[in-house]
């Protein structure tokens, strides 16, 4: 069971950008670092270069301005990503932004969790709507081999803590491993239990620096499905949606799963997204590698028009199909743009 195209929000105003093919683009992501305080090995290699020690990234108040620049055009939602966002101390302050703009109805975080502690009440108070936590797996040794970090019980102990504050809507992302992490499935499971959590089981993507995708551990949707029903007999198919494809429940349990077929199936046709790189790219396309830059618009202060052209711009020259343009051509990592 699943719908079509559902996850824009209805917010009976009609957007303002609409690429070439009639998809209205609603969402944006925001990377706001290209740095992080792990090194997933499917993300980034050990040395992963310091983008902002030759472009520095988007400042405070150019960020606010995207933001404001994007409300103007009809954008409703804003995910603040990275890198790491909460490696960045304003961001709370740019949550705060975010919510405060007309016209934004949602603002959601993706984090590896790792300085939640930090923030949880601050980004609680700001109003965030709802946030994404990364982890990949519930077992200590196996968390530090994944993120070559040994930031398992901070980290574990940050998801306890959100899920028992019921302050924010929690979705954790889950990248399944074939040989590394798919055993663990049960465990992640059980999270949804006695939480109104969403676990998202998702495919591997070639945006690896490190190659990973070429060992043999990508774990497909289909496999991640026959798992689900094998070890859980009685789980029932929920409605899914155009990113969580596929929806499961357990009968008496308070959260959801969800299996996103992020490379298996071709998401295009629903597409919503526009993208901002942390050096101030606008990328209409997850397979697009160059984008339009903001940056020197930002930095010579230059009108919201001419910043509101650039956007046009970019979502004018939004694929149809991006994934099957890029044919095997792939940024090196996905820190760069965010997920
Ligand atoms: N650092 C934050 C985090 O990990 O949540 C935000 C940025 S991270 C790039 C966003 C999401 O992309 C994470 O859920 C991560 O697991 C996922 N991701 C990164 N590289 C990936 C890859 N090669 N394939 C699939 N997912 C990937
Ligand atoms: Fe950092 Fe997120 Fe990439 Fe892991 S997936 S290395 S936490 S940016």
């Excluded at 939602?77 to 490696?87: A, N, Q, V």
């Excluded at 465990?187 to 070429?214: K, S």
């Excluded at 429940?249 to 308070?254: E, Q, S, T, V, W």
């Excluded at 298996?264 to 101030?280: H, K, L, P, V």
Aim: proline share 4%; glycine share 6%.
């Amino acid at each position: 069971m699943r719908s079509s195209c559902p996850d824009s929000l209805d917010t009976g105003k009609k957007s303002l950008l609409v690429d070439t093919h009639n998809r209205p683009v609603e969402y944006a992501r925001i990377s706001v670092t290209s740095q992080c305080n792990l090194r997933c090995t499917y993300c980034m290699r050990e040395e992963h270069e310091p983008h902002e020690s030759s472009v520095p990234s988007l400042k405070k108040h150019e960020i606010k301005t995207i933001i404001d620049v994007l409300a103007g055009l009809g954008i409703t939602k804003i995910r603040f990503t990275g890198g790491e966002p909460l490696l960045r101390s304003d961001i709370v302050e740019l949550v705060e932004h975010a919510k405060n703009t007309e016209g934004i109805r949602k603002v959601t975080m993706t984090t590896n969790g790792l300085l939640l502690d930090r923030y949880l009440q601050r980004l609680t108070d700001a109003g965030l709507d709802a946030l994404n936590f990364s982890i990949d797996s519930l077992e200590s040794e196996r968390y530090h081999a994944i993120t070559r970090r040994n930031e398992f019980e901070r980290v574990r102990a940050n998801l306890s803590k959100i899920l028992a504050s019921k302050s924010i809507r929690v979705k954790v992302n889950v990248v399944m491993m074939r040989g590394i992490n798919c055993e663990e499935m049960a465990e992640f499971v059980g999270l949804t239990r006695e939480d109104p959590v969403t676990v998202r089981f998702m495919e591997l993507q070639p945006f690896d620096d490190n190659q990973i995708w070429r060992t043999g551990k990508f774990f497909g949707a289909d496999k991640i499905r026959e798992m689900l029903h094998d070890r859980f007999p009685d789980i029932q198919q929920t409605e899914g949606s155009s990113t969580e494809f596929f929806g499961f429940r357990l009968p008496g349990y308070k959260g959801s799963i969800a299996v996103i077929p992020a490379f298996t199936r071709n998401f295009c046709s629903c597409c919503n997204r526009i993208r901002i790189t942390s050096d101030g790219k606008v990328i209409s396309c997850l397979y697009e590698k160059e984008g339009f830059n903001l940056l020197p618009l930002l930095r010579s202060n230059s009108d919201h028009e001419a910043l509101a052209d650039v956007f046009r711009s970019a979502v004018a020259h939004k694929p149809e199909d991006g994934k099957h343009a890029a044919g095997n051509s792939f940024r090196a990592s996905m820190s760069e743009i965010g997920g």
